[in-house]
C-alpha cells in the first residue's frame, strides 16, 4: 500500500524510435502559432479569403499535431491520470478529427489549385509546401499509434527468443490459465488492433497484459505481424484451435491432447449446429477418460464384459468404474445421462431423432463429467477389510 498513490512514469519509454516520430510532430504543431507570427509580414498583404485558410491550417496543425497527440503523450509517459473509458475514446475519436481535417486540406488544395488568383498566398509555392505538411504530418503521427497505447513489438517477440534459451516446453496446454484465455479471446474479437487490445475492460493492468501478451507469442499463440499501419497482434492456428476449448478446460488437470482435441471438435460442431457430431465426440470423450481410470487403478482393468477395455462401450465402462468405485454416485449419474442421451443417435421408428437441444444437452453433460473427474484427487484404491472372508481356496 506505500505505493498507492503514487504514479508509475515510464520515461524509459522515450527510447523508443517511434516516440521521437511523435514527439517531432508535436514539437512541429505546437510551432505553429511562433511560424504564423515569423511569417506575418509575407501574408499580411495576401486576401482575406487566403488569411482565413493560411489560419485553419496553421490551427488545425497545432491542434491535431500538437496539442491532441501531446495529451496522449503525457498520458502514456504517465505524467498525468485519465480512465481507461477517457484513454480510449481519446484515442478512438483522434483518428476521426485527423481524417476530416485532411478532407479539408483537401478541399482547401483544390481550390488552392482551381482558383489560385482568389485563395492563394503571395508565395505559391511557400501555400503549397504548408499544404503537404498538413497533409502528410497527421499520418505520420497516427502511424506510431502503437507507441501511444504501451504496445512495444520488440519487447513481445523478444520472449520468443528468450523461451528458446530456456529450453523447450512440451506440447500441453498446461502453461495456460483462464486469464491467458481471456487475453486470446481479447486478441480475436478485436480484430487484432493493438489500441483495442491494451485498452480493454478486463480489469488487467497494462503491465500484466504485457507479460501475458510475451507468454502468448513466445508458447506460439499469438504472434506480431508489421502491417501497413502498424505492428498487428495476429492469432497462430495454435491459438485459434484453443479458442475452439472451453474456458473451464483450462482449470484441469490433463495433458491428454487427445482428449482435448475431441473436446475442441465437439465445441465447434456444437456451434456449428451439427449435433451428430456432438454425440460422437462426446462419447468418445467420455469413453476415453473412463478408459484411463480404469487404467490408473491397481492391478490395471483390461476387460470388461469378456472384451478388451479399448472395445468396450460407454455403459459398459461405466458399469466397469461403477463396480470398481472409481466413480461416485455423482459421476455415475452424469454418465449414465450421458449414455442415455447417446443411444438417440440411432434413432428408432416414429422416434425423435437427436437434434441442437439434446446436443447442447450432451456436451454440457460431458463438460460437466470431465470438470468433475480432472479436478478431483486421485481415489485410493479400495482395500479388502481386516474382517472380509478370505478368498475360496482353489
Request: proline share 6%; with cysteine; glycine share 6%.
Amino acid at each position: 500500500m506505500a505505493n498507492a498513490g503514487r504514479k508509475h512514469l515510464e520515461l524509459g519509454a522515450l527510447r523508443d524510435r517511434r516516440a521521437v516520430v511523435i514527439l517531432a510532430g508535436v514539437a512541429l504543431g505546437v510551432a505553429t502559432p511562433v511560424v504564423a507570427r515569423l511569417t506575418f509580414p509575407g501574408w499580411v498583404e495576401a486576401s482575406a479569403l487566403a488569411q482565413v485558410r493560411l489560419l485553419v491550417r496553421l490551427g488545425g496543425l497545432f491542434v491535431f499535431a500538437g496539442a491532441y497527440p501531446a495529451l496522449l503523450v503525457l498520458v502514456r509517459l504517465g505524467l498525468t491520470e485519465v480512465s481507461v473509458y477517457q484513454h480510449r475514446a481519446a484515442l478512438r475519436v483522434y483518428p476521426v478529427f485527423c481524417s476530416l481535417f485532411q478532407a479539408l486540406v483537401a478541399l482547401d488544395g483544390f481550390l488552392l489549385v482551381a482558383w489560385p488568383e482568389r485563395f492563394a498566398l503571395p508565395s505559391l509555392w511557400a501555400d503549397l509546401l504548408l499544404s503537404v505538411v498538413a497533409v502528410g504530418l497527421l499520418p505520420l503521427v497516427l502511424h506510431q499509434q502503437s507507441w501511444l497505447v504501451g504496445f512495444d513489438p520488440k519487447e513481445v517477440l523478444s520472449a520468443r527468443s528468450e523461451l528458446g534459451e530456456a529450453g523447450t516446453l512440451p506440447p500441453t496446454r498446461t502453461p495456460l490459465d483462464t486469464l491467458d484465455y481471456r487475453v486470446l479471446q481479447l486478441v480475436a474479437q478485436s480484430g487484432s488492433d493493438v489500441a483495442a487490445v491494451m485498452i480493454n475492460d478486463m480489469a488487467i493492468g497494462a503491465r500484466d497484459l504485457n507479460l501475458r501478451l510475451r507468454k502468448l507469442v513466445a508458447l506460439g499463440f499469438l504472434d506480431v505481424v508489421d502491417e501497413q499501419h502498424g505492428p498487428q497482434l495476429t492469432l497462430t492456428s495454435q491459438g485459434t484451435d484453443t479458442l475452439a476449448l472451453p474456458v473451464s478446460l483450462f482449470t484441469w488437470q490433463t495433458d491428454d491432447l487427445e482428449l482435448l482435441q475431441e473436446l475442441a471438435s465437439a465445441r465447434l460442431a456444437l456451434e456449428e449446429r451439427q449435433p451428430q457430431k456432438v454425440v460422437v465426440a462426446c462419447a468418445r470423450c467420455c469413453e476415453r477418460m473412463l478408459r484411463g481410470l480404469l487404467a490408473a487403478h491397481e492391478p490395471p482393468v483390461t476387460s470388461v464384459g469378456g472384451k478388451d477395455v479399448g472395445r468396450a462401450t460407454l455403459g459398459e465402462l461405466v458399469g466397469a468404474c461403477r463396480q470398481s468405485r472409481l466413480i461416485g454416485r455423482f459421476e455415475d449419474n452424469i454418465f449414465s445421462a450421458l449414455n442415455e442421451r447417446r443411444k438417440k443417435i440411432h434413432a428408432l421408428q416414429d422416434e425423435r431423432p437427436i437434434d441442437d437441444q439434446d446436443a447442447f444437452i450432451l456436451y454440457t453433460l460431458t463438460e460437466i463429467a470431465a470438470r468433475a473427474l480432472l479436478t478431483q484427487p486421485v481415489r485410493p484404491t479400495a482395500q479388502p477389510s481386516e474382517h472380509a472372508s478370505p478368498p475360496p481356496s482353489q
